[in-house]
């Protein structure tokens, strides 16, 4: 497996796990076939796994650090903070806003800790801005724990240009996850060209389109009915017929190159420049070893332009997220 820089630290595998699917939001889960899947993506060469206590919430944690254990050497593990969860309620439910208060942090920092079964976090990303605490003061905490060695690198997730400025002025970030793929083009405005500008990798996280396109998905009720993507814009009614068309279009490029539509997509990812290292989600093996082969896909400028031609940025129907979880974005 190719590898890519996120930061000045942080050298990981060019495709890495994102790990919320063997746990959270997307219906039933198998810890079993996951610990599978883990292990079989070291075999692989992937090095850089995403995690969150926000997963079931805290049972991806334990499982992720289950699974990581005898390979603690030769992996990046990255966690998230940044929720008020009322774990009395089960999956997306659980999730009662935001709460990124420099006490709160130390105290999720050393629960992660434990659940992971390490002694330092590799890469600690606030998982959304809390608009009612300066990033200043959450940074500032973040740069303590580095300090006292709890963490090891820094990142934040969905946040807007102005305040990863901020943030990078307090203590170097290395890391920025946001959602990115042939079908959530935002980034693009502004933030990736702040990162790149600040030395900041970029790690899209559903570049796969949340599985649409894989084109796996042919129709909502395929989804489990606790599914939360049942909830998204893009998966109902109109919407979902509109975007099947577009994977239908991409479906066949792939054919014509001889990859999966899965593995083109991703590779889309990967070209848009060295400094970007997804982590689509994976929970069986044939599919995180598909998405691990995407690494090797070189695209020519001309395939390139093909694929944006054939779904080009703004061209997708329905918004990514409800308008409630939007509001928690680009701030």
């Known amino acids: 497996m190719k590898t890519r820089k996120l930061g000045n630290d942080l050298t990981v595998s060019a495709v890495g796990l994102g790990c919320m699917g063997m746990s959270f939001a997307y219906g039933a889960s198998d810890d079993a076939e996951s610990i599978k899947t883990l292990h079989r993506a070291i075999d692989l060469g992937v090095t850089f796994f995403d995690t969150a206590e926000v997963y079931g919430p805290f049972t991806n944690e334990v499982l992720l650090g289950r699974a990581l254990k005898p390979f603690r050497d030769r992996v990046v593990i990255a966690t998230k903070f940044g929720f008020k ?175 999966t539509t899965a593995q083109l997509a991703l590779a889309w990812v990967l070209n848009q420049g060295d400094d970007i290292v997804p982590i689509p989600g994976a929970r069986k093996l044939h599919h995180l070893e598909q998405n691990a082969a995407a690494a090797d896909i070189v695209l020519s400028p001309a395939e390139l332009a093909r694929l944006e031609e054939v779904i080009p940025a703004g061209q997708v129907a329905g918004k990514r997220y409800s308008d409630a979880s939007l509001a928690m974005t680009n701030i």
Request: hydrophobic share 40%.
């Open 85 to 259: 969860i009322d774990a009395s309620k089960p999956g997306i439910a659980a999730i009662a806003g935001v709460d990124s208060r420099p006490e709160h942090v130390r105290v999720v920092a050393e629960a992660s800790l434990k659940r992971l079964g390490i002694e330092t976090i590799d890469l600690f990303y606030q998982h959304r801005v809390d608009p009612n605490v300066p990033i200043e003061e959450t940074v500032g905490v973040m740069a303590e724990l580095v300090k006292e060695g709890k963490v090891r690198a820094l990142g934040l997730s969905e946040a807007g240009s102005v305040t990863i400025r901020r943030a990078h002025a307090v203590h170097p970030i290395a890391a920025l996850q946001s959602e990115y793929s042939l079908w959530t083009r935002d980034p693009e405005e502004e933030v990736l060209a702040t990162c790149r500008e600040l030395g900041i990798g970029f790690v899209p996280y559903s570049p796969l389109g949340r599985g649409f396109l894989t084109g796996a998905i042919r129709k909502a009720e395929d989804l489990d009915a606790d599914d939360f993507r049942r909830q998204v814009p893009r998966f109902q009614a109109e919407n979902f017929d509109a975007n099947a068309a577009l994977v239908a279009t991409l479906e066949r490029l792939a054919d014509e190159k001889g990859v």
